[in-house]
């Protein structure tokens, strides 16, 4: 044997196996990693199917059925086309009185906060879109949606102000 060479062992039984073990377990590491850090991408999907993915996060308490928001949004197809949009101008509603889909969506929001969201049809319109509207039956919704403004029990404010007897002047 010369200087030069270098003597080589014999790899052990199962070294080879060994190797390949952690590797596989390295990628299975790294892919469990990346689905996990990539869970905030795919949003919060509901039971009945509506998904909300926070954009920017609200401060605050979430919204409930009967508050008050005050909403900046853009509706679109699933092919792109824009529906509806409130084109920067904030635009006023009670959560509980929108298509089923949207008020359960806005319940998942907070003020400030910037959200996209993904209805399903049977959410939204189904079969029975708005006379006129460029939504087809049965087609999936999504939305760009900002909370400018929530205004707690707002809906109850306005059962009460309408129930009220006027009062007489003086």
């Known amino acids: 044997m010369s200087v030069s060479q270098v003597p080589l062992r014999p790899l052990q039984r199962g070294a080879v196996a060994k190797l390949w073990l952690g590797l596989l377990l390295l990628v299975a590491a790294g892919l469990l990693l990346a689905w996990t850090g990539a869970g905030a991408m795919r949003?919060?999907?509901t039971a009945s199917g509506v998904t909300v993915r926070t954009v920017k996060a609200g401060e605050g308490p979430l919204i409930k059925a009967v508050d008050g928001v005050l909403i900046e949004y853009e509706g679109r197809l699933d092919n792109g086309t824009v529906f509806?949009?409130?084109?920067?101008?904030?635009?006023p509603m009670i959560a509980g009185q929108v298509i089923p889909g949207f008020a359960e969506a806005l319940q998942k929001m907070q003020k400030g906060g910037r959200y996209t969201i993904h209805i399903p049809a049977a959410l939204a319109y189904g079969a029975s879109p708005p006379e006129g509207s460029q939504i087809p039956p049965n087609a999936p919704l999504n939305f760009d949606v900002s909370i400018a403004q929530v205004v707690p029990n707002a809906a109850l404010m306005m059962q009460q102000q309408q129930g009220a007897a006027p009062q007489p002047g003086l």
């Open 43 to 45: 949003g919060e999907t």
């Open 84 to 91: 509806d949009s409130s084109r920067g101008q904030p635009v």
